[in-house]
């Protein structure tokens, strides 16, 4: 009786939580949880955004829209609710303590999210298989949003034929190929990953693109431009002086390097524990505070910077719709609970960039005041 009672309380207090959002638990709306196994309520309770999500994926709970429920709980401010309470506190404390991205946790990251198979991408990217956001300048689709996005960055590294470029988490050589394909440069592009790096070579042959599996603090030499696109998410609050020191060593004197990251806007934060354990260990967006420090101290100059709000929303939508449309292929390969999974994720982030404080910013670093030019123009 005991337990029956805790389990209304805990039911009167969830359903009092959604109440400004709208949602309702059974209701009829399309946006409402269907909750199918009563675990729920104490499972969420214990484990927070954390024992939501894995109820997801165990399918304790269902919703016809879950895009319109997560949107409604983001403008709510439900994320916020949750937040705020002194076990996220601890939470975010332990993260920012104990991120401790090695040379060996780098591979074991590479070997969890990106050594799933290949295929897994290719049913949800672009033909150049970029896995970070596009750019969405008059983009009718999201091939095009890519395109752009990748010859933005080729107009801010300034690339002219000839050149040596590091791309820094070439993923599967989308960026690579397109930079030699298109302003003659010489590519080498580093990754962790023993999937991304054989499908890179396959995709860049005949081309002058170089694919190796290494982590970025055992290279040496100096390159002309240095690019790092979606890549610095899995550097670790802790290195991120090693990473910008490494970067200014590679770099040449008149070099350039641009840095694509996922970052947030606001309060100190930590990744949600649900994305930290099933879908990106030990990753860290980081605001501009953060990075300003490190890039200041490396001998780096912020030459440029721009803020690419809502971008990722309308890239993640894309990669929610292939998934879901490719629905029956991915469980070829994969149970339900990883579809789940994978359409948990992909939801719950294109709502964040849409409602929540993630953004994208592109760092235009240099070591000299007078290698970028004094306006804009040259960029679009």
Request: net charge neutral.
């Amino acid at each position: 009786n005991m337990r029956r009672r805790g389990l209304r309380k805990t039911i009167r207090q969830f359903e009092k939580m959604l109440e400004p959002a709208g949602i309702q638990l059974n209701g009829s709306n399309a946006w409402d949880i269907e909750v199918h196994d009563n675990a729920f309520f104490p499972r969420l309770v214990r484990d927070g955004t954390l024992g939501l999500g894995e109820a997801y994926m165990d399918g304790w709970w269902d919703c016809p829209a879950l895009d319109e429920m997560i949107d409604r709980a983001f403008r709510a401010g439900l994320e916020d609710k949750v937040r705020n309470n002194s076990r996220f506190l601890l939470y975010l404390l332990g993260c920012r303590l104990l991120n401790r991205q090695s040379h060996t946790r780098a591979f074991q990251v590479g070997e969890q999210h990106y050594d799933i198979g290949n295929d897994v991408f290719e049913h949800m990217l672009d033909p150049y298989m970029n896995y970070s956001c596009g750019y969405w300048d008059k983009a009718e689709c999201l091939a095009q949003a890519q395109v752009n996005k990748m010859q933005m960055i080729c107009e801010k590294l300034g690339l002219e034929p000839g050149m040596q470029v590091l791309d820094v988490g070439c993923g599967w050589g989308g960026l690579a190929r397109w930079m030699a394909e298109h302003h003659g440069v010489s590519v080498t592009g580093i990754t962790v990953s023993k999937e991304q790096a054989q499908l890179a070579g396959e995709r860049c042959a005949g081309l002058p693109v170089t694919i190796r599996i290494k982590d970025y603090r055992d290279l040496q030499g100096q390159f002309d431009r240095i690019v790092s696109v979606g890549m610095f998410e899995h550097v670790g609050i802790n290195f991120f002086s090693e990473f910008f020191s490494k970067t200014y060593n590679l770099l040449k004197e008149n070099g350039i390097f641009l840095l694509h990251t996922i970052g947030h806007q606001g309060k100190i934060s930590a990744t949600n524990p649900w994305m930290r354990k099933y879908i990106f260990p030990g990753g860290y967006t980081p605001s501009i505070s953060e990075l300003a420090v490190p890039i200041e101290k490396s001998g780096l100059i912020i030459s440029d910077l721009e803020v690419l709000r809502k971008h990722y929303s309308l890239t993640l939508r894309n990669w929610k719709e292939r998934c879901i449309s490719n629905k029956s292929k991915i469980l070829e390969m994969f149970d339900e609970k990883f579809f789940r999974m994978w359409e948990f994720y992909l939801t719950s982030c294109e709502l964040a960039f849409k409602w929540g404080d993630q953004v994208v910013f592109q760092f235009q670093l240099a070591k000299d005041q007078t290698t970028v030019p004094i306006t804009r123009d040259y960029i679009y």
